[in-house]
């Protein structure tokens, strides 16, 4: 086992990614991942959990969280707390009217991982801290096994004409009056074997996430969640210790060889997001001060992925802030506001009955029944009061028999992808969107190929 100490390191890793490779073989991990991009997320942390816990309620769950407790230990802007993943169908606790369609979730609501010490980069200044009791060491001699890994050919994109016809049919429901936006998601996949750390440094490296989420778990049977690897752009709820809330909802996508401008001037897209601008305040206001729900950014166009100069994709985001009523909490919160507006559609409980319906043949069926980690939210609840959590979008799935921690033999590796279908919706459009979203995963799968991360 590794030496414990509260020294940093050493030697630093390069960068996260290189640091989630480097991690000794025989300590779990969960990771967080900020950018320098990201005014309000720059610090990235990396920690060995106490304990991981698997959920098969949300409600259960957030009833085991304290509200609040006293953290001696905190280090901001992370301390002891919870490294969560929570699942779409938890939503369905709280929505009961959402569930239309019969079959059995095979994956937990919440998967919890505790921690009690880690390493932050701070990627504004370029620096290291740590808090608690952290690896000494890292391993520059980690075993190839746990530096690689193998993904097949891709499947799953058959179902494009399934899910042209699934556009289609939002389309007419939308026209008749059941909904506005339907968020629409279909789920290519690929055989996966080796190191779901490797998996997520590339996913990482390329996909630069504002709010990227990494959870192994012991995974003890082939549909078993062994990874979730959300390297999401997007800020779902991000609470205060003081109760300020914020919620940064993202619609609207273009591959990154396009202009920006391109985007900014899609009335298409400006209507997507201005509908979930308006769903996430109304969620907001049901447990926020009475006058303090408030736009502060409009709509904006940021670049995502990729680098600077070359972006993947572009994406619009608005910002909605609020501060959290003396009587509410963050489980408050999470209850108002679950799952995300921006991967639902409006109005919510429809538009989640017509995803629960349609999404059937798309994927989500059998051990796949719903989306699982897929659209739900990953991030940190900290014992201090404090909450950052994504929409779990950009997010691989690995499920399959965890042999070490991070190692899966013989598994697969799923990557959902969807798109805000509106009234004008053109179905052939909206496929290729998803697949512009899905480019960083299909890269990797094109020729079944397999890859180290040095």
Known sequence: MSTLGNAIPRPIPASVADAMVRWPVDEP??????????????????????????????????????????????????GPGWVVSIAYHGGHELE???????????????????????????????RTHTFGETLAAFDDHTPTLHRSC???????LERQPVYTEAVRRVVELINAGDAFQVNLAHRPSAAFAGSTRALAARLCASLAPWHGCYIETASASPDDIAAVVSMSPELFLQVSPDGHVRTRPMKGTRPGSSSA?????????RAELAMIVDLMRNDLGRVCQFGSVRVTQDRVIEPHGGTPAEPAVWQGVATVEGTLRADQTRQDLIRAAFPPGSVTGAPKVRAMQIIDELEQSLGFAGTHTRRGPYCGACGFIGDDGSMMLNVAIRTAIVTGIATAPGVVPAGEASYPVGAGIVADSDPESEWLETLDKARPFLDLTASGRSFTEE
């Open 29 to 78: 991990l969960v990771a967080l991942i900020g950018s320098s991009a990201a005014s309000h997320n720059p610090h990235s942390l990396l920690a060995r959990p106490t304990e991981t816990r698997r959920f098969d309620s949300l409600a259960a769950f957030l009833d085991s969280l304290d509200p609040k407790r006293a953290c001696i230990q905190s280090t901001p802007p992370f």
């Open 96 to 126: 009961p009217k959402a569930v239309v369609a019969e079959g059995c979730i095979h994956t937990p609501a919440v998967i919890a991982s505790r921690i009690e010490a880690g390493m932050v980069f701070d990627h504004r200044l370029g």
């Open 150 to 156: 193998t993904l097949g050919p891709v499947r799953g």
């Open 261 to 269: 401008d391109e985007l900014a001037i899609a009335p298409k897209d």
